[in-house]
């Protein structure tokens, strides 16, 4: 099993930041790509940003420009740094990864509990 944990979260005046910390432990032998996503209230949940182990990442265009997603591969923990916050970005912050808990085995997806992000007007 793949456990993630995150961390950052909080409460934030629009045009803030906040910096998001999200640390798998347990069984892995490869993390593929790990990203955030978040789920507001009433809302569905929809991705941020996701990066691979190669470093490529990928964002939403509600983000682009404000948000940068980064990896440190060697303490398998992926960080969101979330800039010009805005009161939409006001939700729970989920982090993600796609991991192979042994050499045998296929990719699975792991998900965190969460953090909470409000921003105030």
């Known amino acids: 099993q793949v456990r993630l944990v995150e961390s950052g979260g909080g409460l934030v005046q629009s045009g803030g930041s906040l910096r998001l910390s999200c640390a798998a432990s347990?069984?892995?032998?490869?993390?593929?790509?790990m990203g955030w996503y978040r789920q507001a209230p009433g809302k569905q949940r929809e991705l941020v940003a996701t990066?691979?182990?190669?470093?490529?990442?990928h964002y939403a265009d509600s983000v682009k420009g404000r948000f940068t997603i980064s990896r440190d591969n060697a303490k398998n923990t992926v960080y969101l740094q979330m800039n010009s916050l805005e009161p939409e970005d006001t939700a729970a912050y989920v982090c993600n990864c796609n991991a192979n808990p042994s050499r045998l085995s296929v990719g699975f997806d792991y998900w965190g509990q969460g953090t909470q992000v409000t921003v105030s007007s």
């Open positions: 990066v691979t182990n190669g470093g490529l990442t």
């Open positions: 347990g069984s892995i032998f490869r993390i593929n790509t």
